[in-house]
């Protein structure tokens, strides 16, 4: 499992024109998945992702966790692409759909987040903070 996390002011997503989820300050996580992951993997990343201690404490520096902030999570396959052979990414380390869903639902579940749509072309909007952006693996 495979997270790209983002510091944001905020971020929306959108499927089919509509916005389905919008948050304000906390984590845009754009999250991809690969054949070997798990419940288990998929746990312990959510609660990894919770305590990074990324946010701005009383003196500036980044030393809090996410605590009461918003988190939209985005399922993005597209992190496990691979091109080194050629200018055409292959993307087969990334998980199929019916095996990627749930483990995307329990991610998203155990960090309480609001979530972009399964498998739909999703247009993403962020205002990035900081900026900070990790890249996390499972």
Do not use: C, W
Not at 90 to 117: K, T
Request: aromatic share 6%.
């Amino acid at each position: 499992m495979r997270a790209l996390v983002q510091r944001v002011s905020r971020a929306s997503v959108r499927a089919g024109g509509d916005v389905v989820s919008q948050i304000g300050p906390g984590l845009l996580v754009l999250l991809g998945i690969t054949h070997d992951d798990d419940r288990a993997v998929a746990i312990k990343l959510a609660q990894k992702v919770r305590a990074l201690r990324i946010f701005p404490d009383a003196d500036g520096r980044m030393n809090e966790p996410l605590g009461d902030r918003e988190v939209l999570v985005v399922s993005q396959f597209t992190l496990y692409g691979d091109a080194s052979r050629g200018n055409r990414p292959s993307y087969v380390a990334a998980a199929p759909g019916a095996v990627a869903e749930p483990l995307y639902e329990i991610f998203r579940a155990e960090l309480g987040a609001a979530g972009g749509v399964f498998g739909a072309d999703m247009q993403v909007e962020l205002v990035n903070d900081g900026p900070v952006t990790l890249v996390l693996e499972g």
